[in-house]
């Protein structure tokens, strides 16, 4: 196994405890206060929906990619769901047996609402890291299986014992909504064309394009054209060597790649720089799409905003931003229970004493 293997299966496991970790807190969050035997049934349930949620995103990754603003609306129905959970946390004390079938298909519903939500997300950051190789891509899915199903019940477990937990598992909740909804590639295109601003540091994925190469000769001598989009960074020797990092800026054309691949040597650099040509080349609109809307929709299709983009926030990337955003959809869901409950008792009262 060669290190950028190694280092690639380390980053997918890491990827899955970090984003699997949020499936099976909302899991836990569904089904913590339902009887025992319901509760395995609602893991078992949620832990099984999420497994397949992420195996029909897998097998339908190019398509989904394709789909404008759903990280956005995404984002939505998260906030809604972490709302509705923690009102239903407010509200409810412990479910009893009476009504523990209807609260367990409760909890089902919430499980695939999220789930679908959040494998749509976790596939997508997993399917980065495996560079399109599929067996990485198969055993990012595994491991993610296996934390689902292990760490649900035990997390539930612990929202019993410990309420604050609740809270703690919400607000992970929240944070990913917020982290969906300014993750959105159609909303940070608007920012990006209409505003000239960036504001996180993750809409740089739509911008580079990067390839490990063992050696890249001649950058300062490269075309013109090309110069201002490309940078290589060497790579370190020694115990834990690394290979350099090449970074191509917007989408690629064919003769871009060609003056690239004159650069290199080895057949497995070739291949390195021709595979992030499949990545930054401009994609052809399907032929299904009508002739007249091709021109609006061909942004949909591209893997890469063109290089213009970059040149547009040069200078104006604020990624705190990003943060401020994230923490306050963490408030706004947190406190959303508090003053919804007092507007409804408020509300009750006005219908009582009327």
Request: charged residues 20%; aromatic residues 10%.
């Amino acid at each position: 196994m060669h290190w950028a293997d190694a280092l690639n299966i380390l980053q997918i496991i890491i990827i899955d405890i970090v984003l699997s970790g949020d499936n099976a807190v909302v899991i836990a969050l569904a089904a913590h206060k339902l009887p025992i035997h319901q509760r395995k049934r609602a893991i078992l349930w949620g832990g099984g929906i999420a497994i397949g949620m992420r195996i029909a995103f897998t097998m339908l990754m190019a398509f989904l990619l394709m789909v404008p603003g759903l990280r956005f609306f995404g984002g939505i129905l998260l906030v809604w769901i972490a709302c509705k959970l923690l009102i239903g946390e407010e509200e409810e004390g412990e479910v009893t047996a009476d009504d523990a079938d209807r609260s367990t298909l409760q909890a089902i519903k919430m499980i695939f609402l999220a789930d679908f939500v959040m494998s749509l997300d976790n596939m997508l950051a997993v399917a980065g890291a495996s560079h399109g190789n599929a067996t990485l891509l198969l055993f990012g899915l595994f491991v993610s299986i296996g934390i689902i199903m292990t760490c649900s019940a035990f997390i539930a477990q612990l929202m019993n014992r410990y309420h604050w937990i609740v809270y703690v598992g919400a607000a992970i909740l929240a944070w990913t909504a917020g982290e969906m909804l300014i993750g959105d590639r159609e909303l940070a295109g608007y920012f990006v064309r209409q505003q000239n601003v960036s504001l996180s540091n993750h809409w740089d994925e739509w911008l580079e394009s990067h390839a490990e190469v063992h050696e890249f000769q001649g950058e300062e001598s490269l075309s013109s054209d090309l110069k201002p989009l490309v940078h290589y960074r060497p790579g370190t020797e020694g115990l834990l060597a690394k290979h350099g990092q090449l970074t191509y800026i917007g989408q690629m054309p064919v003769e871009h790649r060609d003056e690239l691949l004159q650069r290199v040597s080895s057949a497995e650099d070739k291949k390195a720089i021709e595979d992030m040509y499949e990545v930054a080349r401009v994609q052809d609109v399907p032929a299904w799409v009508p002739e007249g809307v091709k021109g609006h929709v061909a942004m949909w299709f591209q893997h890469r905003w063109p290089a213009e983009y970059a040149k547009a926030i040069e200078g104006r990337k604020y990624p705190w931003v990003a943060w401020i955003f994230q923490s306050l959809v963490v408030l706004f869901c947190l406190t959303a229970p508090k003053w919804l409950g007092k507007r409804k008792e408020e509300k009750e009262s006005a219908v009582s004493s009327q």
